[in-house]
């Protein structure tokens, strides 16, 4: 029974350790303290790979510009931009493997 509880006791502080931690999050918030009508960025990594580069410059970088500007150097925001190159590059594949599963594909 002393182990029971043990148990029972470690899952409690758990419980509340984790609404004391969950309390500290702050939601973005406006001057006013309204929450921002933004909507969040697509920077998932799924989702950045499946976008053209003028894409995410357009709809990331630039509509958040402010705000990476309050964070980010000039120098970190080009290397965002190389970054996202570089995994374009990676991941998308060339024309010689592509054609034959489009054509799989297309019949």
């Not at 999050?25 to 989702?47: I, Q, S, T, W, Y």
């Not at 080009?78 to 054609?99: F, N």
Request: glycine share 4%.
């Amino acid at each position: 029974m002393d182990a029971h509880k043990t148990v029972i006791t470690q899952i409690a502080m758990y419980a509340m350790m984790l609404i004391v931690d969950l309390n500290g999050v702050k939601a973005e918030r406006d001057n006013a303290n309204e929450g921002l009508d933004l909507d969040m960025p697509l920077v998932l990594p799924g989702v950045l790979v499946k976008l053209h580069h003028g894409a995410v410059v357009r709809k990331v970088l630039d509509s958040y510009c402010e705000h990476l500007a309050k964070f980010w150097s000039p120098q970190n925001i080009d290397k965002i931009e190389a970054d996202h190159c570089a995994v374009l590059k990676a991941y998308t594949p060339t024309m010689s493997y592509a054609l034959p599963l489009i054509a799989m594909v297309s019949s």
